[in-house]
């Protein structure tokens, strides 16, 4: 099976590769790229419960923590 990208300029050509498709010559599916806001939507409704101002604070200082720590150690 190969696939190709096919702009369709005129309407009647969208009706002959419906036609095709009814004769199940070929198989058609429409490719619909997401805009950044409609990315950015999508994302938004997966995520699960936001972090605390303090969980986001705890995790930076452990974070530095660590780096000083590394630092030092040198």
Do not use: H, Q, W
């Amino acid at each position: 099976m190969s696939t190709i990208i096919i702009d369709i300029l005129n309407p009647k050509a969208r009706k002959l590769l419906k036609n095709l498709e009814e004769l199940k010559l070929i198989s058609i599916r429409e490719n619909k790229e997401l805009t950044f806001s409609e990315l950015v939507t999508k994302l938004r409704s997966k995520t699960g419960p936001r972090p605390s101002f303090e969980e986001i604070t705890n995790e930076v200082e452990e974070v530095r923590a660590k780096r000083y720590a590394k630092k030092k150690g040198l």
